[in-house]
């Protein structure tokens, strides 16, 4: 018999009586490289072993009834870069046998009611790393998610939801309204005396409904007139009409200013300047809701390390318009370079319980 080959089922008892002679006795190094060598010397019951890494052989399935067990390896799954690109090789489905992602973890038993899917437990003590990280090769960018909840995934009921979800860029969103989280929209910045006019634009959008602006505006570098701002509705355009608004200040002096305008081209947010310094500066703005228009109101306060300090408030809506895109500041003279703005925009989802104004946001009461 030139070639043996034992298969399960193909004997049923614990020895046989076939010529079978090996080139080595053992595993030594005298006799390096042969397949199928004894553990130890010619001894009766001794084992036969692989010497080295035993065969593979591709296999279209592999099923495992019970536990299956690395010790002291590594488990991976490998596919070639070409098969995975087109043929979307390489997934580990558990409870899952078509899996939509390269892990698909999956439980289809509704009445495991608190059953966990996926946990990740670190040791109590001098542990200080992840439990969880989520990570990729490329630069910071909207592009892409790093985390997304989603409801409804089977779409059964008018779904998937997007309920909330970490950006690429760092943007934290609550997509349904139900946590207060402001994400981040932009940016603007000027440095104090280059210019007279400042405009931030495409800051507001429909992702949101209340903004708010938190830093620094400046008003004239060289004179106390007061700050003031418009919307822009696109681009670089700016609402010029349909103010409606009031604002108080106080100085170190004791001096009280109150202004108000009623259909104006601007609205002030800052009363009783002093000159080269920026206010302090915290607005709020909600486009459209229940009574339309685009609504705003906030405190601004300066201190210029001597004598000069106040504060103001302020409030007011305009009323031509429902929506805007952006905002500009300048100062009251028209003319007189600001001082210094540094401001940062905040976005959040208002759950609201009417409709009207922006309707992307006009959630039902659930």
Known sequence: MARTKIAEGGLGTDRFNLPITLNGTDGSSSNAGDTLVLDTSADENDRLLYEGDPPVETISSLKVTNNFNVDGSTFFVEVDTNERQNSGGGRVGINDGDPDAILDVYNSNALEVGTEIVAAEAAVGGYTGSSISAKNTLGSASTFDL???????????????????????????????????????????????????????????????????????????DSEDETQFRFLTTGTTSQDSGYYWA????????????????????????????????????????????????????KAGYHDQGSDRG??????????ISDATGIEFFADSGSGNLSLVNLTFYGYRLRQNTSGGHSTNAYGSD
């Open 147 to 221: 985390y997304r909840g989603i409801t409804d995934s089977d779409g059964d009921a008018s779904g998937p939801f997007t309920v909330f979800q970490v950006r690429g860029d760092g943007r934290v969103s609550s997509n349904r309204g139900k946590s207060l989280i402001g994400e981040h929209t932009g940016t603007g910045y000027l440095a104090a005396n280059t210019a007279t006019i400042v405009q931030i634009q495409d800051i507001f959008n429909d992702d949101c409904s209340l903004y708010r602006i938190i830093g620094a505006v400046g008003g004239d570098y």
């Open 247 to 298: 604002a108080t200040g106080l100085d170190d002096a004791g001096t009280t200013n109150a202004l108000q305008g009623a259909n104006t081209n601007q609205a002030t947010v800052g009363i009783n300047r002093a000159t080269t310094v920026a206010l302090w500066f915290d607005m709020h703005v909600i486009l459209g809701g229940g009574s339309g228009g685009v609504s705003f109101w906030g």
């Open 311 to 320: 504060f103001t408030t302020f409030g007011g809506k305009n009323e031509s």
